[in-house]
Structure formats: structure tokens, C-alpha cells
């Protein structure tokens, strides 16, 4: 891949995909193409194939997918398999047929079963049962793992595959219901500042453990693993640290100086209790670090929200 490589960044909007796009970008690649799920539905097996057909991209960053946090995973689990598998069958058969050089297929590490031995290694996947709260989402993305394999396996295709942990950072949601526990604390706790609440409650026991990494970091090593890593296996690409709700919670607080007490709702689900991911692998192979700090990355963050809807 050159800056003159065409790409095609599936899912330019989101969290991940805009944060390839910033990479790109600014190590001087030239040929970008992507399409707004208005123009371009990837569950539409035929527009896909179109799409692949008329552009002919030598490069695929499928950063594309149905996401969200727990409650989200839990309210609407036939969207979470449906779209996944339809957006990844779609784009990987599409890259396929059309001879793409090179795929890059984002996994999750909520991917490895729920009581796999800590940190995580990328031999893992598939020796136990899954978190219930995001099985439906696991199946889908474990099945896009799979179909990048098999293209490798049957056929040599150079499709690659990365679990990375919870991602953060610019273009995240914040819609409480939906989203994940990083943006939705930001948005809580700024909102009980404002409110002056005595009490904040928070989901679950706060006992949970995350492991928490900046999208550019992220992307620095997608963009690495793109020009380096070839092979069949998925690979972690981790903070190398973890920290509870409770901690996360605190520093979110520190961060914005909410003064009121902060509680846990027991009756909320806590999902898995524990998945970091051991990348003792990108290490070694690729020499990736990550270079940002949890709590500058999430200074920076809510130092650039003034223009979302609830922050005034
Ligand atoms: O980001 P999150 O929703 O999902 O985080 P996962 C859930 C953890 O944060 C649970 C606690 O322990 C929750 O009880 N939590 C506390 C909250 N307050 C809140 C809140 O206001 N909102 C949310 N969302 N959580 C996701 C998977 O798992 O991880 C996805 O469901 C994906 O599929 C993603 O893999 C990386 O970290 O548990």
C-alpha cells in the first residue's frame, strides 16, 4: 500500500473508521473513498457489489458495524447479528470477488469467552462460552473472523483481523441509552455538575474491570498492520492496562469537578468481569506502543464537547 493506493474506509463516520481517515490523511494518502450508509447500504448485498464493481479499491479498512454498550447489546440483539453479519458477509465477499489486495476486519476483544484467562491471548477465541450480554454481536463478529480465514485459507486472500479493547475518543455517541460506558459517564457526570445533583447513580457494582484505548492509537497500529501483518491469526491491539467503572468513574469526576457522590444501581448488568487483552504479540511483531495516556485522552476529549447537543 502508497499514498496512491486506493482505499476504501468502510464506516468513515464512526469512532474507528473517521480515526483511520485522520491517519490517512495525515500520512499523506491520497485515494480515499468511502460512502455515508445513506448512500451506500452495506447490509444491500447487490449495492455492495455494485459499489465494489464500479470503484475496483486495492484496500479495505472494514471498520463498519452495529455497535454499542451493554444495554444496546441487550435491547436489540436480532440488529446486532443481522447487520454485522450482513455488512461484513457483504463487504468480504465483495473484496473477494473483486481481488482486493489487502482487508483489515475489526473484531472486539468481547469476542473471547467471557472467563478466558487474563490478559487475553489471541489463542483464546473460541475455547468457552461467550458473555450472554453480547453474544448475539460475539457470533457475528466471531463468523467475520471466520469468513476472512476461510478467504485466506481457500483462496490466499491477504484479509487480516484485529481485536482491539473499548475504543475511545473524537465522533463516539453519546445517547445514554445506546452508548458505551466511557461516553456515557462524560455525559453523566457533566450533567450532574450541571444539575448540582447531590447523587449520581451509575450501572452496575462499578467491580467491572475495562481495558481502555485512544481510536488514534488504535488507528496508528491499524495503519502498521495494514503495511506489516499477513497472517492468519487475529491480533490483540490493547492498552496493556485495566481499570474498574468505580476507578473510571472517579477520574471522569476528577476530570470535570463534580462534587456530588457517586453510587452504583445493582440491579443494572455488569457484563463480563474482566477482559484484557494481552498484546504482547503487536508488540513484538509490529513494535506498536500506545502513546496515550487514559486520563490525557479523556482531558483532551471532554475539552473538545461544547458542540453536543447536552453539553450547554
Ligand atoms: O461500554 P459498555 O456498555 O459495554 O460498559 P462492555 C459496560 C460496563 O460499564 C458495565 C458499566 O459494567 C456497566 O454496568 N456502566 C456503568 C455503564 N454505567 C454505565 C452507563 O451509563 N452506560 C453503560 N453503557 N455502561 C461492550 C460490548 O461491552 O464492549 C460491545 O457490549 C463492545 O459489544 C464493546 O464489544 C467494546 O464493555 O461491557
Not at 102 to 130: D, M, N, W
Not at 153 to 166: A, H, L, Q, R
Request: glycine share 6%; charged share 20%; hydrophobic share 40%.
Amino acid at each position: 500500500m502508497n499514498v496512491l493506493s486506493k482505499i476504501y474506509i468502510a464506516g468513515h463516520t464512526g469512532l474507528v473508521g473517521s480515526a483511520i481517515v485522520r491517519k490517512l490523511e495525515m500520512r499523506g494518502y491520497k485515494n480515499l473513498i468511502h460512502k455515508t450508509s445513506a448512500e451506500l447500504d452495506l447490509r444491500n448485498q447487490q449495492a455492495v457489489n455494485d459499489f465494489f464493481d464500479q470503484q475496483k479499491p486495492e484496500y479495505v479498512f472494514l471498520a463498519a458495524a452495529k455497535v454499542g454498550g451493554i444495554l444496546a447489546n441487550l435491547t436489540y440483539k436480532s440488529a446486532f447479528i443481522y447487520d454485522n453479519l450482513q455488512i461484513q458477509t457483504n463487504v468480504i465477499y465483495a473484496a473477494h470477488f473483486c481481488g482486493v489486495k489487502k482487508l483489515l476486519f475489526l473484531g472486539s476483544s468481547c469476542l473471547y469467552p467471557r472467563l478466558a484467562p487474563q490478559p487475553i491471548r489471541e489463542t483464546e477465541l473460541l475455547t468457552g462460552a461467550l458473555e450472554p450480554s453480547n453474544e448475539f454481536y460475539a457470533i457475528a463478529k466471531i463468523s467475520g473472523i471466520k469468513l476472512c480465514q476461510a478467504y485466506k485459507m481457500d483462496y490466499g486472500s491477504n484479509f487480516i483481523t484485529v481485536m482491539p479493547p473499548n475504543v475511545y475518543g473524537p465522533n463516539d455517541h453519546y445517547d445514554l441509552e445506546n452508548c458505551h460506558v466511557l461516553p456515557a459517564l462524560i455525559r453523566k457526570i457533566h450533567e450532574a455538575k450541571k444539575l448540582n445533583s447531590p447523587t449520581l447513580y451509575l450501572w452496575g457494582s462499578g467491580k467491572p474491570k475495562r481495558e481502555f484505548l485512544h481510536v488514534d492509537d488504535l488507528s496508528e497500529a491499524l495503519l502498521t498492520l495494514m503495511l506489516q501483518y499477513d497472517e492468519l491469526s487475529p491480533i490483540n491491539i490493547g492498552a496493556s492496562a485495566d481499570i474498574s467503572i468505580r476507578q473510571l468513574a472517579k477520574l471522569i469526576k476528577e476530570i470535570i469537578g463534580y462534587r456530588g457522590q457517586i453510587k452504583f444501581d445493582v440491579t443494572k448488568p455488569d457484563g463480563t468481569p474482566r477482559k484484557l487483552l494481552d498484546s504482547s504479540k503487536a508488540i513484538q511483531l509490529i513494535n506498536w506502543k500506545p502513546t496515550i495516556s487514559l486520563e490525557n485522552g479523556m482531558r483532551e476529549l471532554y475539552g473538545s464537547l461544547e458542540e453536543e447537543e447536552w453539553y450547554e
